[in-house]
């Protein structure tokens, strides 16, 4: 039962990885799709496991990633 | 959307980008650590409430666009003399708090006398020192910070410690001058790692709160540069908490204390 959720600025993600594998609840995966800079962004994959600790907005280096609980 | 305890799920907003950071897209490389360390500059600043008092240096690297990212007074120093001119800001305006943000090849190669000068005369400013072995922006040449081995454009068969001698720990060597008033080394490239960072910087701006003059602060944040090493971000981390912070050990080199001065 998830107890937070994330939103990920689809455009300014720039497919670093560094989200996907602090995420305790391995909730974040990259995405297939390009987004306008022409990375493939990351993406929200597991919303029903996130715990809204976030770990992954803290991580993120270009501050895409918006957290509530 | 309720809970079972009835509260309204998803209402409280835990994390957003910083006030202090404008809302735009950072230039940096993906994986980048210049971003996280912008980040936890500008929480900083918001936690303490400082952002209408506080008075940036940009460097001449890749951070030279700082300008553009924070909600700050914020200039541009010649490459090296950051340190020079905060010290003349922070002299004519006492009230201010003063940053100064540099890389290893404008701190330690060419603006080594004007850091050395500004930590022997105690002058009341932070100095957040990123430390990433290479120079980012010109194309990955060697610094004076690059570690022994390592390949770069100008040290193609690695660095050589009997041509181009040994990389500089430059916060044990602040720390052992007297004007300096705290030296940490911490790196951002875990969560731990980022919270003792955020830690770390705090402390750098509060020595300047305390209304005495307490010295310079220096906080060495170990950093990555995927691009220039050739290495993907994920790596790139793995090679500071490795190789990196074997040679440039994590810790708190000096804290003076109120006491001190009384």
């Known amino acids: 039962m998830a107890t937070g959720r994330i939103e990920i600025d689809f455009e300014r993600c720039k497919a670093c990885e560094l989200c996907v594998p602090v995420c305790p609840r391995k909730c974040m995966e990259m995405g297939k799709t390009i987004n306008r800079q022409g990375y493939m962004a990351a993406v ?26 | 959307m309720k809970n079972a305890a009835g509260k309204d799920m998803f209402s409280k907003l835990v994390y957003e980008r910083p006030k202090t950071l404008l809302d735009r897209r ?31 240096i940009a460097p001449v690297g890749c951070a030279v666009l700082l300008y553009d990212y924070m909600d700050l007074d914020i200039l541009e120093a010649p490459h090296g003399r950051a340190p020079a001119l905060a010290t ?15 890389g290893d090849g404008d701190l330690a190669s060419i603006g080594m006398s004007e850091i050395i000068h500004a930590a022997n005369r105690g002058e009341n400013i932070t100095v957040v020192f990123v430390n ?33 001698g040994y990389p500089i720990r430059m916060a044990e060597l602040l720390a052992g001058l007297e004007g300096v008033a705290y030296s940490a080394r911490v790196t951002v490239s ?55 912070a074997d040679y440039f050990p994590l810790g708190v080199f000096k804290e003076k204390k109120q006491a001190d001065f009384e």
């Open chain 2, 132 to 164: 990433n072995t290479t120079y980012g922006m010109t194309g990955g040449q060697m610094a004076p910070t690059t570690m022994l081995g390592q390949k770069t454009t100008t040290s193609p068969y690695g660095r050589d410690f009997r041509t181009e």
């Open chain 2, 190 to 244: 875990s969560p731990a790692h980022i919270r003792k960072a955020k830690e770390a910087v705090r402390k750098g701006f509060e020595m300047q709160l305390k209304g005495m003059r307490m010295g310079l602060s220096i906080i060495e944040i170990l950093s990555t540069c995927p691009t220039n090493w050739g290495m993907k971000p994920l790596d790139a981390q793995k090679r500071v908490l490795g190789e990196m």
């Open chain 1, 44 to 69: 929200f994959a597991r919303p029903e496991d996130c715990v809204g600790c976030a770990i992954c907005a803290e991580t993120c280096p270009d501050a895409c990633i918006r957290v509530w609980r």
């Open chain 2, 88 to 102: 003349g800001i922070r002299r004519a305006l006492p009230d201010r708090v003063v940053f100064t943000y540099q």
């Open chain 2, 26 to 56: 950072l230039h940096y490389c993906p994986g980048c650590h210049h971003g996280t360390i912008h980040k936890i500059i500008a929480e900083t600043i918001d936690e303490l409430g400082q952002r209408e008092n506080t008075v940036g």
